[in-house]
């Protein structure tokens, strides 16, 4: 754990201030990708509510008479909305790894260039191997929290509060005994 957890995370994330630009395209991709999720489950309550309903077979103002028509029409736009979302992830994904590599990268240098600097008692005092282990360790375990944690906490928040509009948009009475039950 560190002394200063402020100040570690603050020197943290400015290794990852450099990637602005594409930290705002990850950002973008999550909400994309969050979004194709809400729509793929929004037109599957339009088409069970037409189909169960015996209501009228509307889509995007096109009027059908073949169920089978309307099912297959729907089957692509959801197709094609899951595809957008997943393409989306992907260069969320991709995007990420590339900002944490190269803020990694950056860190192993820093890191480098501080060791080369220690006089050598400092490696005298230390067994084998304990500083370049430790050094390892934490790097790797950065590494992870760039990579993966913050990208799955920022997902979920953003998936959470677009869950939780569909639901106010799609019935708020629904969605305030949901929320007095959890």
Not at 133 to 151: A, G, K, P, Q, R
Not at 167 to 182: D, E, G, R, S
């Amino acid at each position: 754990k560190p002394k200063n957890t402020k100040q570690t995370v603050k020197r943290l994330l400015g290794y990852v201030a450099k990637y602005k630009f594409r930290l705002l395209l990850v950002l973008v991709c999550m909400l994309f990708n969050t979004l194709s999720s809400l729509t793929g489950g929004y037109i599957l309550r339009l088409v069970i509510n037409a189909l169960v309903g015996n209501s009228e077979l509307n889509f995007l103002g096109m009027v059908f008479d073949n169920p089978l028509e309307y099912l297959g029409l729907i089957l692509c736009v959801i197709a094609c909305v899951y595809i957008c979302g997943i393409c989306a992830s992907y260069m969320q994904a991709r995007l990420m790894l590339s900002v944490s590599m190269n803020a990694i990268e950056t860190l192993r240098n820093d890191l480098f260039k501080k060791v080369q600097k220690l006089p050598v008692r400092a490696f005298d005092s230390d067994s084998n191997g304990t500083i370049m282990s430790s050094f390892t360790n934490d790097i790797d375990n950065i590494d992870m929290m760039l990579h993966n944690t913050v990208v799955n906490l920022i997902s979920g928040t953003i998936t959470l509060v677009g869950t939780l509009v569909m639901m106010i948009y799609t019935n708020i009475w629904l969605t305030l005994i949901t929320i007095v039950f959890i």
